[in-house]
């Protein structure tokens, strides 16, 4: 009978150590937050204007002249056609109460115009230029001015004003 509680014994030990077995592993999370910043354009008063609530907003002046158009000032030997969206940046995760804009033309303007943003500042293709310090969350409009020369060569006058909100 001691060999019958002997084999009993190491039948239990074997299937207790079959089941006792245990492992461990750990996981490492590692992250960074960064802060971010949304440009979104909300609204607009000058018609034919698409792509509010996007971050790409499209203005089609239409068919311009200096006697005709959205939005028109004459002057002496020039004139200027203006409008635009309002610009509302937002942010997550930064402590800055504020933002810079910069604009700059995607590409050279067409002859005898001159790109302008705000109020008066002159944009070109080659640089970006410095707008004004704006607040998060408060949309702020946007006047685009084209400035047309009476000696203009008749043509389109297309571009795209590139806006880069920076957190100051």
């Excluded at 000058?46 to 792509?51: F, I, N």
């Excluded at 006697?67 to 942010?91: A, C, D, H, M, Y």
Aim: with cysteine.
């Amino acid at each position: 009978m001691s060999k019958f509680w002997v084999a009993l014994l190491c039948l239990m030990i074997g299937t207790w150590s079959a089941y006792a077995g245990t492992g461990s592993a750990t996981l490492t999370v590692t992250g960074t937050v960064e802060s971010s910043i949304t440009v979104t354009f909300v609204e607009t008063t000058v018609p034919g204007t698409t792509g509010l609530g996007t971050a790409d907003v499209s203005i089609d002046f239409g068919h311009i002249s200096a006697i005709s158009g959205q939005n028109l000032v004459r002057e002496p030997s020039q004139w200027t056609v203006s409008g635009g969206p309002e610009i509302f940046v937002s942010k997550a995760n930064l402590t800055s109460p504020y933002y810079s804009l910069s604009a700059r033309l995607q590409n050279p303007p067409a002859a005898g115009t001159t790109w302008k943003i705000f109020s008066g500042v002159v944009v070109s293709d080659t640089a970006d230029t410095w707008i004004d310090f704006f607040s998060y969350d408060n949309p702020d409009p946007i006047a685009i001015q084209l400035v047309i020369s009476d000696a203009a060569p008749p043509g389109p006058i297309d571009n795209v004003v590139i806006l880069t909100a920076t957190p100051e």
